[in-house]
């Protein structure tokens, strides 16, 4: 009876609920006159009674989805009958609402991302008669199924990978644009990889490096060794340093060659404000203190390392002498 009470003469209107079961099903074409008036009356329902009129929609959308033929009752593809509301809840639906959502079937579009200029999205409201609206001309969005592409191996992330490129640009000397220079060393860089890893670099290319007119004139370098500059420039690419391998600890110039080396990268890092990397050679140096700390050299490493402003690596140098200080001090009375 909810589907055809505005089309039979009755007392009431709507009936009592007891009416019903007098009545029989109603013609298709008798409940969708039924449907064309609820949608004429739809401003004059008062907020009150709104929910029992969106009731008698559902229930006339309903009944229309049961028949077999309704495609078949003339203007009803066309009709603009479709409440296409956000939501079922129908305590938040107001009266406003219902003027702006009314739309054709065939305007519709069930499984769409998004609405179009073309056709707007079936929303909640109208997704329990899809099967109804399918067969007045609403279509459906279909998905293709996604390709099978065969998986890749990665080993890196592409920013690693995006680095690794940079880094073998540098070597082989593609789209760099500044070159130092110590002794016979020339190294090119990428400045924008040089400005972010040291803070002095930075200041230099933003102020008297920046002002040169010919970037491929090769910068002397004064206060760095040619193998602190290069792992400068390895570790500004990479976050890493190749440290000096000590193949023979019993070796004494080999051990004075990569002590030298170090405390060199040490001074190096201080000097332009790269404390990563300061942080990184002063802990490697303690870490082998036992191979490069001595009797005969802690007076010049301590030396080495206040001038660094290592000072870790101080304190390591002044307990070593407490605790040997009688070595020490023989050393120091042979020289």
Known sequence: MRVLWSQRPLLKDPPDAYVYKFVGPPPMDVVFKHLEYLIE?????PDSELSDYLKDLQATYAFLQDCPNTSSIPGIRDAKIWLNLPTTELASI?????????????????????DTHVVERAKNFLIPYESLLRKLGCQTMVRPSRPSLAARSHNQRPIDQ????????????RLTDITFEVGELQISAHKIFMAAASEKFQRQLLGPWGERDDSQIPIPIEDLTAKS?????????TGEV???VLNNAEDID???????????LLRGADRWVMETLHDLTERHLLDRSESYVRPDNVDSVKEAAAEAR??????????FIRVNRQFVQDCRDMK
């Open 254 to 264: 080999e051990v004075a060659d990569n002590l030298d080396e170090l405390l060199d």
């Open 229 to 237: 500059l290069q792992h400068i420039v390895d570790f500004a690419y």
């Open 162 to 173: 995006s680095l690794t490129a940079i880094r073998n640009m540098q070597k082989n000397g």
């Open 242 to 244: 190749r440290w000096p």
């Open 310 to 319: 290592a000072k870790h690596l101080v304190r390591h140098c002044d307990e």
């Open 94 to 114: 107001s009266s406003s609402q219902l003027d702006g959502a009314l739309r054709s079937a065939k305007s519709l579009c069930f499984n769409a991302p998004l």
């Open 41 to 45: 009356i739809r401003t004059s329902v």
